[in-house]
T-cell receptor
Framework: QKEVEQNSGPLSVPEGAIASLNCTYS??????FFWYRQYSGKSPELIMF????GDKEDGRFTAQLNKASQYVSLLIRDSQPSDSATYLC?????????????FGAGTRLAVHP | NAGVTQTPKFQVLKTGQSMTLQCAQD?????MYWYRQDPGMGLRLIYY???????DKGEVPNGYNVSRLNKREFSLRLESAAPSQTSVYFC????????????FGEGSRLTVL
């Protein structure tokens, strides 16, 4: 079992809809969770991070964390064609006081006009 | 404002040849990482260096060696390249005390024939 699992997609949504991206992880001791966005041919960039159970909102993006279920999600409201990218979930397997991020395979999102 | 700089950006090797990927960061970060990215596999951690003078294996270390030359530089060496090492390689860095966010270089595309 991979440490971080994501549905590879593609997830196709119409412009203006809500896109829902999901991620599960295996290490119950993980404390911090990240969503990165990666456009084709580019390097990943951080969208959001979340530490606590519940929701965290930033503009059109909402991250949701449920540690009991080992589940992280990202909601994108009012999806735009510019949101079309691969979204990578990452879990910090914090080791010896230092960050060690393990990534899922990514979910490809396509927003069509 | 360079951030994380990787060289070379593109390289073609023949099976059995050796090469070194160079990475340097100017953000005074303690930790540095090498990831590889293959289609459908997301980012996989090869090696990381939590701080100057230390290196540790990640998820897929076989066939690679690393050197943390100083706080700024972290190199990845392929001693005898194999076609299975054809990939895009990303170097990243992070601070010990921040959120765990990784700052990525632009990537190095390596093809082994």
């Amino acid at each position: 079992q991979k440490e971080v699992e994501q549905n590879s997609g593609p997830l196709s949504v119409p412009e203006g809809a809500i896109a829902s991206l999901n991620c599960t992880y295996s290490d119950r001791g993980s404390q911090s969770f990240f969503w990165y966005r990666q456009y084709s041919g580019k390097s990943p960039e951080l969208i959001m991070f979340i530490y606590s159970n519940g929701d965290k909102e930033d503009g059109r993006f909402t991250a949701q964390l449920n540690k009991a279920s080992q589940y992280v999600s990202l909601l994108i409201r009012d999806s735009q064609p510019s949101d079309s990218a691969t979204y990578l979930c990452a879990v910090n397997m914090f080791s010896g006081g230092y960050n060690k991020l393990i990534f899922g395979a990514g979910t490809r999102l396509a927003v069509h006009p | 404002n360079a951030g994380v700089t990787q060289t070379p950006k593109f390289q073609v090797l023949k099976t059995g040849q050796s090469m070194t990927l160079q990475c340097a960061q100017d953000m005074n970060h303690n930790s540095m990482y090498w990831y590889r990215q293959d289609p459908g596999m997301g980012l996989r951690l090869i090696y990381y260096s939590a701080s100057e003078g230390t290196t540790d294996k990640g998820e897929v270390p076989n066939g690679y060696n690393v050197s943390r030359l100083n706080k700024r530089e972290f190199s990845l060496r392929l001693e005898s390249a194999a076609p299975s090492q054809t990939s895009v390689y990303f170097c990243a860095s992070s601070s010990k005390t921040d959120t765990g966010e990784l700052f990525f270089g632009e990537g190095s595309r390596l093809t082994v024939l």
